[in-house]
């Protein structure tokens, strides 16, 4: 097998395994959430096929396509969602992976169009600062992918919330973004609390940039 043939196969092995990290922490309900990764120094990259039960995924059954999402590797049809995904690829050459969900609480903040403000400290660790709102875009053409882009060219946040939609996120890996659509959950979920019990404080933009920088440079094992 090529060296490319070899990290397209480990790349579908990883992204098939991803998807049990959607369903293991409740981000996603019957088919409706995928994860993808870029082929590094590809135009191509790995995603969900369209359809297929979390259960029933395997490396045999993640498709291949181009950053136009044309299928190129597969047997099945790529998910619904893949345009979405190949433009962010083609617009954004720093992601090396993508995930939508519709998981609750964040797609309860975009339902409102309401930008998750930044008044924990783990927000300003892996967000910067608060979650952004996107535009509503109709899936079937560029405008999801345009949206998506658009927003997070002006923010931190590795997430967006498409407003009446739902959460998008990315990350230089997939595993990256599927970590960042988990935390995205678990912090739309506090705030919400936060919100029923009163109004949550802001976080000073100067601390928010020093805990950016800390946790970045400085947090996990050297
Ligand atoms: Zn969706």
Redesign the pocket.
């Known amino acids: 097998m090529s060296s490319v043939g070899q990290t397209i196969a480990d790349l579908r092995r990883t992204v098939a395994e991803l998807h049990g990290e959607l369903t293991r922490y409740g981000l996603v309900m019957w088919t ?2 995928n994860v993808s990764a870029r082929v590094p120094g590809e135009d191509l990259m790995v995603i969900k096929p369209s359809g297929v039960s979390y259960d029933e995924l395997t490396a045999a059954t993640i498709v291949v396509t181009d950053l136009h999402g044309e299928l190129v590797e597969g047997d099945m049809s790529p998910s619904s ?1 893949t345009a979405a995904h190949g433009y962010v690829y083609r617009h954004m050459p720093e992601v090396g992976g993508v995930v ?3 998981s609750p609480y964040a797609t309860a903040w975009a339902a409102r169009g309401e930008p998750i403000p930044c008044v924990l400290t783990m927000m300003a660790d892996e967000f910067g600062g608060g979650i952004p709102v996107g535009p509503f875009a109709m ?1 079937g053409d560029d405008s999801i992918g345009r949206g998506i882009v658009e927003t997070l060219r002006d923010s931190r946040s590795p997430a967006v919330l ?1 407003r009446n ?2 959460p998008f996120t990315v990350g230089p890996d997939a595993r990256s973004a599927v970590k960042a659509a988990v935390m995205l959950e678990d912090v739309a979920r506090t705030v919400h609390i936060a919100h029923q019990l009163g109004k949550p404080g802001d976080i000073d933009q100067d601390d928010v940039d020093r805990l950016h920088a800390r946790y970045q440079n400085v947090y996990g094992q050297a």
């Open positions: 409706a959430g969602d939508h969900t519709h899936i498409m939609h739902g």
